[in-house]
């Protein structure tokens, strides 16, 4: 039994989110919040609020997100980070990798379990701008996708540099990959040049992955990455692009 209705607005300007959505079930009323903006392909972070029935917080919750696209003839799902409390945030912090869309030929909704109740966001996914993921069959056989996990903002010069490498395993089952050697190059297409002092992306756990990438002027750029396992290259060229 549950209820729902959405509703936009801003938690106080200190946590700066904006809400998409309120679902109330067994007492406890799920918020679900975004960093602002339209959701779009690729990697996004997504949030979640909880209060009990007298309006109080509850911090202690195990909460799980389970993203679903229904294309009608099949369902899958795609890969997602799941939330863990933050504290200074005051909301369960986690993510997903929307991998296509919303179109005429598929929807998707965001399953959030708390505890043991689930609820049903439905969400408008749209297409980015820019290719922000990429998918790929390696030369193992094995499915993976690719997301570049955005930083607040790209300057001219050395940035921040983190991908998130996910193996897809069945139809809902997407585990992170912390097996690769990455070799990746910097190119900006429409002057025909790349960049120096770049730094190969290293694993830091849980599938993420990260280095350091320069640009030399703000521009059109793409990241050109080597994927290794064992010395056995998985996939040659698998790339995302930057526009800024």
């Known amino acids: 039994m549950f209820s729902a209705c959405k509703k936009e607005g801003t938690q106080p300007d200190h946590i700066n989110k904006t ?48 993203p679903m696209m229904d294309m009608i003839s099949m369902k899958h799902s795609s890969p997602a980070e799941q939330p863990v409390y933050n504290s200074e945030l005051q909301l369960y912090e986690g993510a997903v990798v929307f991998t296509m869309p919303t179109s005429e030929m598929g929807a998707w909704q965001l399953d959030v379990a708390v505890n043991s109740t689930t609820v049903s966001f439905p969400l408008t996914i749209s297409a980015a701008p820019q290719n922000q993921l990429a998918t790929f069959v390696g030369t193992d056989e094995n499915k993976y996708v690719l997301a570049l ?13 983190d991908i998130l490498i996910n193996r897809q395993t069945s139809m809902t089952a997407f585990p992170a990959d912390d097996g690769f050697t990455i070799e990746f190059t910097p190119e ?42 064992n010395d056995v290259v998985i996939a040659e060229d698998a790339y995302v692009d930057i526009l800024f």
């Open 188 to 229: 900006m297409p429409s002057m025909g040049h790349g960049s120096p002092n770049n730094v190969h992306p290293v694993s830091t756990g849980s599938g993420h992955y990260k280095g350091k990438v320069n640009y030399t002027m703000t521009g059109d750029w793409r990241l050109h990455f080597k994927l290794k396992k």
């Open 149 to 161: 996990v955005p930083p607040l903002t790209w300057q001219v010069g050395l940035n921040d540099l």
């Open 19 to 66: 809400r998409l959505a309120d679902i109330t079930s067994d007492n406890t009323t799920i918020t679900l919040w975004s960093d602002g903006g339209a959701i779009q392909t690729g990697y996004n972070k997504l949030y979640v609020s909880l209060k009990n029935s007298q309006g109080n917080d509850i911090k202690d919750a195990t909460v799980t997100y389970t």
